[in-house]
């Protein structure tokens, strides 16, 4: 449990930077998509989701490149500085259908939302490095709900701001909430020294870029990261149709966001509170990445087989409400076993690189799909979305076979660091540390 007063510190710093982030991510991700999905935009997306893919990776590279030069601390600053700069002086020029510099701003918050959460995460890592993994799950779980809980926040302020304001300039108050994270993370990094040790020239060697990611682990990571974005995309394109279709105007569309956004968020945070910990010391690490995956198999089973709105809703709120909870506090413990000078680049290239890959792998299926049933850029009719619906359903299949990959490896390394503390405890004289042995293990 945590007691102390410097502990209860310790954790309320991450846990409101990161919640006031959500809480900043709903309200700009409200404004946007009230203005964005007016009209043709959803004939849009799966170009803007393309661009953001092939952007992913030098964003990644460059941010990459600033912690090596910097060191990682600066170069959160800096991103978060980024950010807020170009958000908050767009939006007041931003306007709702075919406009360029909208089309720039709906690809540029998921894609530098991405690297900041990844970025905060990464400090919540380095701030709890070394605490003990029962702790260390504790502490992710609370944080995880401080998220949720900011995002239900967000919710509410961008469901009162729609009565009050433009759209636009919600993205504008989301720029000034990213500045007020900045300065909690600017007390962190000041209050609490870094934990990870760089690697030293000798130690790197001839060492290849692509090194952190040797490791069967990593790898196996990736491929999860992969298929849960492509599945996500999915189901995504299949809501934001569900709300194209509505034909609502900017207000409409800003209350359906901020509804959606509320319910999704409220239901996340239960599930966190009551389930996300129970399911962890019940089943670890390997079997809570299964949940979501298990459950969006039922999901898309049922959207397959009743291909109506309330089926993708329903799929919609699986997805997000279990990705959100359960699925995200364990994800990022996922990282806490590679090695804290690896971290950052693995995090980055799985969350930041690969993930984005696998959604530009389905968005250049869908920019096919849209020439096809919109040649001259409106539909005739309502979107058949079944190939979607079936997509996903084999995409999340073959994602739960990752997991349970993974959960068997996890496993097998556990036995095996069992077997050689027994060996330890009958030949001592001829073992390390038994502590060091099962180091990392989950």
């Known amino acids: 449990m945590i007691t102390l007063n410097e502990d209860r510190l310790k954790f309320l710093f991450p846990a409101l930077a990161i919640g006031l982030l959500t809480a900043a991510f709903v309200i700009t991700k409200t404004g946007r998509d009230a203005l964005f999905f007016q009209g043709a935009g959803i004939l849009q997306l799966p170009v803007a989701t393309m661009i953001i893919a092939a952007a992913s990776l030098p964003l990644a590279i460059i941010f990459v490149k600033a912690m090596k030069i910097w060191g ?6 800096g991103i978060l500085i980024f950010a807020a700069a170009v958000i908050g002086a767009s939006a007041p020029f931003l306007r709702p259908g075919d406009s360029p510099l909208l089309f720039a701003i709906f690809m540029f918050v998921p894609s530098i939302f991405g690297i900041l959460f990844a970025s905060l995460w990464l400090l919540a890592s380095d701030i709890f490095e070394g605490t003990p993994k029962n702790t260390a799950a504790q502490i992710f779980s609370r944080i995880g709900a401080s998220s949720l809980a900011g995002g239900m926040l967000g919710g509410f302020a961008a469901k009162g701001l729609a009565m009050m304001i433009e759209a636009r300039w919600m993205l504008f108050i989301g720029a000034i909430l990213i500045v007020a994270v900045m300065g909690l993370v600017l007390m962190m990094h000041r209050r609490y020294p870094t934990n990870i040790r760089a690697k030293s020239a000798s130690e790197e060697g001839n060492r290849h870029y692509l090194a952190p990611l040797s490791n069967v682990y990593a790898r196996t990571l990736l491929l999860i990261a992969m298929a849960g974005a492509l599945a996500g995309l999915l189901i995504d ?12 105007d900017e207000q409409g569309n800003a209350n359906f966001f901020a509804n959606f956004y509320i319910l999704l968020n409220l239901s996340s945070l239960l599930l966190q509170l009551f389930l996300a910990p129970k399911i962890q010391n019940r089943i670890g690490l390997g079997g809570g990445l299964m949940v979501l995956p ?8 049922f959207a397959t087989a009743a291909a109506t709105a309330f089926g993708r809703s329903v799929l919609k709120v699986t997805e997000g409400g279990l990705r959100s909870s359960i699925h995200r506090s364990i994800w990022e413990q996922a990282f806490i076993r590679i090695e804290s000078s690896d971290r950052s680049f693995v995090k980055l290239a799985i969350d930041g ?14 920019f096919f799909w849209v020439r096809a049933v919109a040649p001259d850029g409106m539909p005739d009719g309502p979107l058949d979305t079944a190939w979607m619906t079936w997509l996903t359903l084999f995409t999340v299949i073959v994602w739960l076979a990752i997991t349970h990959k993974l959960r068997n490896q996890l496993r097998k390394e556990k036995a095996a660091a069992k077997q050689r503390e027994m060996e330890c405890e009958r030949f001592p004289e001829q073992c390390p540390c038994t502590t060091e042995l099962g180091k990392g293990i989950p």
Not at 72 to 77: D, K, L, S
Not at 357 to 363: D, L, N
Request: avoid cysteine.
């Open 72 to 77: 990682a601390r600066p170069a959160r600053i």
């Open 237 to 248: 394109v299949q809501f934001y149709i569900v709300a194209t279709e509505a034909k609502m």
């Open 294 to 301: 298990f459950a969006l198999l039922g999901s898309a089973t």
């Open 353 to 366: 690189v690969a993930a984005r890959v696998a959604e530009g792998a389905g968005a250049m299926a869908m």
